[in-house]
């Protein structure tokens, strides 16, 4: 994990107070991150959820809804 950190793909991790859980927040391509996941298998279970930036979502909904107005 250390060496993640150090190379930047992962930005942040910590433990939540149950004591068998936590999160990490990265940055990388897809293919890194399936990567960096897998090592940790099977001594860590991972759920990975993708986020896009806020202007980039509003940028697509703006455009769904001025398509969906000029029907």
């Given at each position: 994990m250390d060496d993640l950190i150090k190379n930047g793909l992962v930005k942040e991790i910590g433990f939540f107070l149950?004591?068998?859980?936590?999160?990490?927040?990265?940055?990388?391509?897809?293919?890194?991150t399936f990567r960096s996941v897998a090592m940790f298998t099977p001594y860590w279970e991972s759920e990975v959820h993708e986020i896009m930036p806020y202007e980039k979502g509003k940028e697509?909904?703006?455009a769904l809804w001025k398509a969906a107005a000029q029907r």
């Amino acid at each position: 994990m250390d060496d993640l950190i150090k190379n930047g793909l992962v930005k942040e991790i910590g433990f939540f107070l149950n004591t068998t859980s936590g999160y990490a927040i990265g940055e990388g391509e897809s293919a890194d991150t399936f990567r960096s996941v897998a090592m940790f298998t099977p001594y860590w279970e991972s759920e990975v959820h993708e986020i896009m930036p806020y202007e980039k979502g509003k940028e697509i909904i703006r455009a769904l809804w001025k398509a969906a107005a000029q029907r």
